[in-house]
């Protein structure tokens, strides 16, 4: 029922333009770099008196939440009124029902509130493409966060991050650490880490938590963290599911800490000037050391501020797209 | 289809910017402004305005706005993520500021700009320049000093390029679109 993900062509319109933003797969790195430009001049906004620009005024933006997401919906919701759009909320709860079904009645249902884009998180993969497949003309779809496929916006604010820190994208080694297995965020990562071309990527974590596939998208696998991470400029710590810890994925919380938690030990293998990424919220002392999140080399409070002005770019492009005729002399 | 001619170099823009800054200190010196401030419109706004700027010698750094963001027409034209960050290293509130925009046509840029110096603070006055002004207007919004009015025929826009050198051309376009 649910369009199978990576149909990317559904984001851009006839001009190559976003339409939708669903996942970076298919991007390519010019709209990756356009996202990240119209961001820097976004991030100024929050400086100023007055926090709003009246890009969008008078659009309706839906916020659609399957899942629950306080940090990533207000930071949507932030996002929306610093462009001056209108925002409403709604939290479903999608587990009753048949689900195509269900998603499709509401989604008629909020059209007919004349809503202009709909952000939407939902525990199933493919959920943002198939709401996008179905909307009428005209309006966006932007993907909060859909099952363990992608999650964009995140992707996106990581990149912006790490362009402040270290400007050009080619020279750089990134790892990856943690659950790469069923973390959308990490997909997303690779991806546009990818298309950026950076010089080298690298995952680590537990056999358990590394798709076997990993080889295919273009990284290196490491086990051991201390290797991993020898000579990185950036380090990406993922948030560590604790449901996973049930399914004998993973031994103890404990024993998880012990080999692959981020100490201020352990990060001197990395490069003098590395910075600490982390998509929040951390597990304090089972992904890594508080010396390590509140340290000098952790940027993870950034991330979360630079989170609004990306959306804000993200928002803004999709809603403002160009017909043809209307190309500007 | 464009067509473009020359109209003024380098040297000659110059010598109009050197006009416009002594221009400017006599309507400071009649308005009784001392420690003004300036802000120039990107892109070729702020060219201007980095010269006037030196030639009066201000003490606060230049503002700069890109106003991509205030169009009225943005729905129509899209959005240009080109959009540079708009720069005020100055506090606003209370201030006289001096507003540079190169060519002054409709007025609609200098009503986006000042709807964006408000969102900064409260200017206790904007006084507007601009190097070129020509007819066209379509907002009650006129420039105190600027450095030349050409007569320009239907279809015909004034273009500065730069910022070294500056370089100004006229286009020639068969139907107007946005000014």
């Known amino acids: 029922?649910?369009?199978?993900?990576?149909?990317?062509?559904?984001?851009?319109?006839?001009?190559?333009?976003?339409?939708?933003f669903l996942t970076i797969e298919g991007l390519g790195r010019q709209t990756l770099v356009d996202i990240l430009n119209a961001a820097e001049s976004f991030a100024g906004v929050s400086a100023r008196t007055v926090k709003k620009v009246p890009v969008l005024r008078g659009k309706v933006i839906c916020n659609l939440f399957f899942e629950t997401s306080t940090r990533t919906r207000t930071t949507f919701e932030l996002a929306a009124k610093r462009l001056s759009a209108d925002v409403v909320n709604f939290n479903i709860n999608t587990s009753a029902t048949s689900k195509g079904e269900t998603l499709l009645d509401t989604l008629r249902n909020l059209e007919a509130m004349h809503v202009d884009m709909f952000v939407v998180r939902h525990a199933d993969s493919g959920a943002a493409h198939f709401i996008a497949q179905h909307v009428s003309p005209g309006v966006s779809v932007v993907n909060a966060g859909d099952g363990r496929h992608a999650h964009p916006t995140q992707a996106m604010l990581d990149m912006f991050t790490i362009r402040r820190h270290k400007g050009d994208f080619t020279?750089?080694?990134?790892?990856?650490?943690?659950d790469i297995l069923h973390s959308r965020v990490a997909r997303?990562?690779?991806?546009?880490?990818?298309?950026?071309?950076?010089?080298?990527?690298?995952?680590?974590?537990p056999?358990?938590?590394?798709p076997t596939a990993a080889g295919t998208l273009g990284v290196h696998v490491f086990h051991?963290?201390?290797?991993?991470?020898?000579?990185?400029?950036?380090?990406?710590?993922?948030?560590?599911?604790?449901?996973?810890?049930?399914?004998?994925?993973?031994?103890?919380?404990?024993?998880?800490?012990?080999?692959?938690?981020?100490?201020?030990?352990?990060?001197?293998?990395?490069?003098?000037?590395?910075?600490?990424?982390?998509?929040?919220?951390?597990?304090?002392?089972?992904?890594?050391?508080?010396?390590?999140?509140?340290?000098?080399?952790s940027v993870i409070l950034e991330q979360v501020s630079y989170g609004i002005a990306v959306r804000m770019a993200v928002m803004s492009m999709c809603l403002n797209v160009l017909s043809p005729e209307e190309q500007p002399a | 289809m464009t067509e473009t001619s020359p109209f003024l170099q380098h040297e000659a823009i110059l010598d109009l910017i050197e006009g416009m800054a002594r221009e400017i200190g006599d309507e400071l010196a009649s308005l009784g402004i001392e420690q003004p401030a300036m802000v120039g419109i990107h892109t070729g706004g702020v060219w201007v305005a980095q010269r006037l700027h030196q030639l009066l010698g201000?003490?606060?750094?230049?503002?700069?706005?890109?106003?991509?963001?205030?169009?009225?027409?943005?729905?129509?034209?899209?959005?240009?993520?080109?959009?540079?960050?708009?720069?005020?290293?100055?506090?606003?509130?209370?201030?006289?500021?001096?507003?540079?925009?190169?060519?002054?046509?409709t007025g609609r840029t200098v009503r986006a700009a000042l709807n964006e110096i408000f969102d900064w603070g409260r200017p206790a006055s904007v006084t507007l320049v601009a190097l070129i002004e020509r007819d066209g207007r379509e907002l009650p919004i006129e420039a105190r000093v600027v450095g030349l009015r050409p007569t320009l025929r239907e279809g015909e826009h004034v273009i500065l390029s730069g910022p070294d050198p500056l370089d100004l051309q006229i286009a020639t376009s068969r139907q107007r679109k946005r000014g």
């Open chain 1, 171 to 178: 020279p750089l080694k990134i790892a990856i650490v943690g």
């Open chain 1, 188 to 205: 997303s990562q690779i991806h546009a880490l990818n298309a950026l071309g950076v010089s080298e990527l690298r995952v680590i974590g």
């Open chain 2, 58 to 105: 201000l003490a606060d750094p230049l503002g700069t706005l890109d106003i991509s963001f205030y169009r009225d027409d943005l729905t129509r034209v899209g959005m240009n993520p080109e959009v540079k960050p708009s720069k005020i290293p100055f506090d606003v509130d209370g201030r006289h500021i001096i507003l540079v925009d190169d060519v002054l046509q």
């Open chain 1, 1 to 20: 029922m649910y369009a199978r993900p990576g149909s990317e062509n559904l984001q851009l319109d006839a001009n190559g333009r976003l339409r939708h």
């Open chain 1, 207 to 210: 056999r358990t938590l590394i």
């Open chain 1, 224 to 297: 051991d963290l201390e290797e991993g991470i020898r000579g990185v400029d950036v380090i990406i710590m993922l948030r560590l599911q604790k449901e996973r810890m049930q399914g004998a994925l993973l031994p103890s919380e404990h024993e998880y800490f012990q080999l692959w938690g981020l100490t201020q030990k352990r990060l001197a293998a990395a490069k003098p000037d590395v910075i600490v990424m982390h998509p929040g919220p951390i597990n304090r002392g089972v992904e890594m050391e508080s010396a390590v999140a509140d340290g000098p080399h």
